[in-house]
């Protein structure tokens, strides 16, 4: 393609007009919005364009030869999915913010690609302004990959910075989350682990080169934690954080899933607060590295999506190299895990089988089981543990990681 | 080139002989090593290597065709120089770890690599197995960047924190970082800050496009560090570490210096501890990205030269694309930093001008002074300030960076 990007673009919320502006800023960037494509054209917005360029009929930017480049940053995953498969198909090379629709339909997304001689980019659909996905294709590009977990979802992590570092209640930090922009109004896509997920599918893709559908792994949110969860972790002078993590068990398998984690001061990822992300790359030789940097808002995914950008100017793709190794690990999850379950009125002890059970406690209004059992097993028992009154958390033994 | 890479590699010790591990463990490199040139072919050495690949004599790797990689691991700039610049000039791409050699002789070695149509990666040479150069050079290519900074010594940073964590004396801790292998057996290039101006030299190049000579940089170590200024530091809670940055002062115009400073608990790098490297990374938009890791040590530097053999794959070369920009942000020294120096016998206040004396101390062993002056006057200073008696470090105050 040429070196001066001529971009149509889809979606104009917060990270559309992020986008609008961190491209106004980079002088070096060759790079010009040509076409904004919106569901509402009357909609009122912050940043001022020229009307003529605002369009609500997407042919008007897939017809217009002059664009070069797509950049797709709807909050619907429907469209989102429409917009790149469409452009692909055209040829017209596409960068996505939309986790959810990559995550989903990433297979078929490759092939596209492949099929169409053009190119996807979607690092910002992981951790925001982090550069994870690109550093997981290109640096970390060899097996000595053992290992990728992180806090990579903002909102639940303010959610949690709010409850643990200021003593708010659950409720209340929520709220606050809200207000601040970082939850959705809808909040369960973020609080019940789903985008952690996505994140973690994409993540997996380019740390070891296998596809996992979101239905085959455990995912597990923050939405039933109660103020005795709480109260336990803070006596035990560790944070809840959710993470999302996907780990190699041995030469030749891997496992991964979303869950919260009792997470001890002396980790990474335990100074990973409010709306930030942190992602730790655990690795043969070089141990672990640790990314840290803000997980939402609309101008640091904003700067990522431009980060993207730039990579077309010089013809930049994924090359998806991990998954032509000659043998890619496999998912598993028969490993065993070290669990703590809080449960008011379900008979967690009377339903449930471990493997070996390790404290129980049990009073009038509260009960927890510390217990190991298989992540095969706790994906059986996921209909059971979503019981408002339930809350699970890992309490990491495995992998030797307790200092990540 | 080719996909399958056989590398002749020069230099077997600590380093070399780690890329030798990486590379037998990493399956699906296609890399071989056919052939490693020593200096001493008698030397003992850990690992143990068919002696037929070894020689020492340079011409079995440049006038070998099958060679298509040459990596260059020596610790002498000089043989370095000397190896990168025959192998650019016969159009065999190189993977370098020499900072020392590739910082001084940068601009040469862009011109050769352009001449000769050929590539130099240096990756490793820059924080171990932080991958700060290519996220620079290829993340964050674009011109939001407003700032690079960090702990980029890890022998140097070692030594600090054994002295603020572990109430150790700086000699012994000099000696356990040695013992250690983290310290060179001649540690001044670590200790005087010359380690982190280089890989700062070369930080510049990939963040800005501004090359810049070391000595026209101001670097102070932390040899002359005094019981009294290790004191002084725990009175304010805070630590001294040594610090490499280099800031955009305005829209056209950038500083950069390695100096000690004083960091207090809420910055990121507070928390850099022992042999390990953080870096900084700063921009319009993304506010700050904080990248952690191993940045000392033979198989932390073998993984990072691992990567940039693995991108030959890929025939991956530095662009310099910041070099090509429009207007490339001018260097000044004409700042204004806010430092502390301790002295004893030297007249501090009599021999040097300040802009603004902030506080004085004196007693009958120490004395120190607080005060604003420029980078430019601290250039002058050069001589006067290295006398044993005399610690200078930098009380961050500008360009709002109180948090990173």
Redesign the interface.
């Known amino acids: 393609m040429n070196n001066e990007i001529n971009i149509g673009l889809f979606g104009f919320g917060t990270v559309g007009q992020?986008v609008y502006?961190?491209i106004d800023?980079?002088?070096?960037?060759h790079a010009e919005i040509r076409r904004i494509c919106v569901r509402n054209l009357d909609k009122k917005r912050e940043v001022e364009v020229d009307s003529r360029i605002i369009t609500d009929n997407a042919d008007e930017i897939f017809n217009d030869p002059e664009i070069n480049l797509i950049v797709e940053v709807v909050d619907d995953a429907e469209a989102s999915y429409r917009i790149v498969t469409t452009a692909l198909k055209k040829g017209i090379p596409v960068v996505s913010g939309s986790k959810a629709m990559v995550a989903v339909h990433l297979p078929e997304l490759i092939e596209l690609q492949e099929k169409y001689h053009t190119a996807l980019l979607y690092?910002a659909s992981s951790c925001?302004?982090?550069?994870v996905i690109?550093?997981l294709e290109?640096?970390?590009?060899?097996?000595?990959l053992l290992e990728v977990k992180g806090i990579l979802n903002g909102s639940s992590n303010y959610i949690l910075s709010r409850v643990f570092d200021h003593g708010e209640a659950y409720s209340a930090a929520l709220k606050k989350a809200q207000d601040l922009g970082f939850a959705e109004s809808d909040p369960t896509f973020d609080i019940s682990g789903k985008d952690s997920l996505y994140k973690l599918i994409i993540i997996t893709v380019h740390a070891l080169g296998v596809y996992v559908s979101p239905e085959d792994i455990f995912t597990y949110g923050i939405s039933t934690i109660h103020d005795a969860d709480i109260q336990y972790a803070r006596e035990k002078g560790v944070k809840i954080k959710l993470v999302a993590q996907v780990v190699k068990v041995d030469e030749s398998r891997f496992t991964m899933f979303v869950m919260p984690e009792f997470v001890s001061p002396s980790r990474?990822i335990y100074?990973v607060d409010n709306e930030y992300n942190g992602v730790v790359i655990r690795?043969?030789?070089?141990?672990?590295?640790?990314?840290?940097?803000?997980g939402a808002g609309g101008?640091?995914t904003?700067?990522?999506i431009?980060?993207d950008i730039?990579?077309r100017r010089?013809g930049?793709r994924y090359?998806y190299?991990?998954m032509g190794?000659?043998?890619t690990p496999e998912y598993t999850t028969d490993v065993i895990l070290k669990v703590y379950i809080h449960y008011e009125t379900t008979d967690i002890p009377g339903l449930m089988e471990f493997e070996r059970i390790l404290e129980m406690y049990t009073s009038e209004t509260d009960n927890y089981i510390i217990a190991d059992i298989s992540l095969r097993d706790l994906m059986r028992y996921r209909d059971l543990l979503s019981a408002p009154d339930i809350f699970l958390a890992n309490l990491p033994v495995f992998f030797l990681d307790k200092d990540d």
Chains 1, 2 share one sequence.
């Open positions: 992020g502006r961190v800023q980079a002088k070096n960037a690092d925001g302004s982090i550069p690109r550093n290109e640096y970390y590009d060899n097996d000595l990474y100074s690795g043969e030789c070089y141990d672990r590295q640790f990314m840290f940097g803000k101008l640091p904003a700067s990522s431009l980060s730039m990579a010089h930049y090359e190299k991990k190794y000659i043998e």
